[in-house]
């Protein structure tokens, strides 16, 4: 139960800061912003580590941490972005709930049991819930060329973050281990591929947002990176990575609540799609 309230709420902290990133910081290039809020996430961390000292992550499951944060955080999200910029949000995150049932593969490839048929059930309903979600609004232009590129691109981020996820758990139930430590390496491996992304690529021009929209970026920041990072370190430690995975997915669905409860008009059929969603989260706890 733990582990399915983490990873929910890890979900509506993502959504809760896509609006808010929308909003403070179109400046910044995708791999500008990935490294720039995982540097002010590590100092967060490094703050709170200060001030409540935890053991560092056993020697035998550092290297799972690293490899699952260079994989899963680092390349998943240069993977990600490249396919937003070529097929736009919807279409990249439609192809991204694959990483649901790829976790679920990873996971019982890895030593995870099956997690059921309440469960199983209660996922498929999510993943098609959250793409009827998806498929409901106006589909975005394409860039000529760009599509089996866009493709490969969505299709890679999601077995990268599955692929993360699932090292990620099994170093956290190897040892038992503090989840703003493990947060910290993984995140730490993502911003080192990103770091070095920046350096390997042409010069880029630096430009920053304006002061005024600095409390809201950093709250982004603090929602969308650090917590959502502890949260869903978390949900992994308690959950089954497929499950955990299917659960990270419906962040979209959140989003359609924020939007409504912000005056925004929301279609009939999303709300249904939701409804679907609402019962597909009740089969995962009643499968516990």
């Known amino acids: 139960m733990l582990g399915i309230l983490a990873a929910s709420a ?35 961390l490094a703050v709170v580590l200060l ?3 935890v053991p560092l992550p056993a020697p035998q499951t550092l290297w799972w941490l690293l490899a699952s944060g260079a994989i899963g955080i680092g390349l998943g999200d240069l993977c990600f972005f490249a396919a937003m910029r070529r097929l736009g949000p ?18 019982v490839a890895a030593g995870s049991p099956w997690p059921g048929l309440l469960a ?14 998806l498929s409901e609004r106006r589909s975005e232009p394409l860039v000529a060329g760009a599509e089996r590129a866009g493709t490969c691109y969505a299709l890679a981020a999601a077995a990268c973050q599955a692929l993360g996820l699932v090292l990620s758990h099994l170093a956290m139930t190897a040892h ?24 390997v690529r042409p010069r880029q021009r630096w430009t920053w947002p304006q002061p005024k929209l600095w409390p809201t970026l950093l709250l982004a920041v603090v929602l969308g990176t650090t917590l959502a990072m ?3 370190q978390l949900a992994i430690a308690h959950a089954h990575p497929g ?5 990270l997915a419906t962040a979209p669905l959140w989003a359609l609540l924020l939007a409504r409860l912000s005056g925004e008009r929301v279609a009939f059929g999303a709300i249904g799609a939701s409804l679907l969603a609402i019962a597909g989260v009740a089969l995962l706890v009643l499968n516990r």
């Open 10 to 44: 890890t979900a509506l902290a993502w959504a809760i800061s896509t609006r808010l990133y929308h909003r403070a910081a179109p400046a910044f290039s995708s791999l500008q912003l990935t490294l720039v809020k995982g540097v002010i996430s590590l100092l967060l």
């Open 51 to 53: 001030l409540m000292p």
């Open 90 to 107: 919807r279409r990249a995150l439609q192809l991204d709930v694959v990483a649901a049932p790829l976790a679920l593969l990873f996971g």
């Open 120 to 133: 199983g059930a209660g996922m498929l309903l999510i993943v098609v819930a959250v793409t009827l979600v």
């Open 176 to 199: 038992e281990q503090s989840v703003v430590m493990t947060a910290v390496v993984r995140l730490a491996a993502g911003v080192a591929v990103a770091a070095l992304l920046v350096l």
């Open 230 to 232: 502890v949260l869903q």
């Open 243 to 247: 499950v955990v995975q299917t659960l």
